[in-house]
């Protein structure tokens, strides 16, 4: 009954941008902090960056920050992740998770804190 699709992945360029999107189903996102996760090939799923209800507040990984931006629109129960300035060490597959936790932000960055995820976009950065 709960999905979370994950779309917008693809090839780029170092230094070129991508959008990837979050479309959520069978919940309602307003009511679920979200984040984004990623996982390489052979490695762990790490932490990208998280949203809180409203939109009003955001956390990223520092490996991200100023790079990256997360946002939501609420009325399309969809959550964005704005990649620029992309690095071949984001290569990754790319998850969207949605949590019913209430708490600090730093909390959503552990996996363990969501509840719902979704099957993953691959985004690729050449060069």
């Known amino acids: 009954q709960v999905q979370l699709v994950e779309s917008g992945g693809g090839l780029v360029q170092a230094g070129g941008s991508l959008r990837v999107s979050c479309a959520a189903s069978g919940l309602t996102i307003r009511r679920y902090y979200m984040g984004w996760f990623r996982q390489a090939p052979e490695k762990e799923r790490e932490f990208v960056a998280s949203?809180?209800?409203?939109?009003?507040?955001?956390d990223y990984a520092d490996s991200v920050k100023g790079r990256f931006t997360i946002s939501r629109d609420n009325a399309q129960n969809t959550v964005y992740l704005q990649m620029d300035n992309l690095k071949p060490e984001d290569t990754a597959v790319y998850f969207c998770g949605a949590s019913h936790t209430m708490a600090a932000p730093i909390v959503y960055r552990r996996i363990e804190h969501y509840d719902f995820w979704g099957q993953g976009t691959q985004v690729t950065v050449s060069s």
């Open positions: 949203i809180n209800w409203s939109g009003g507040s955001t």
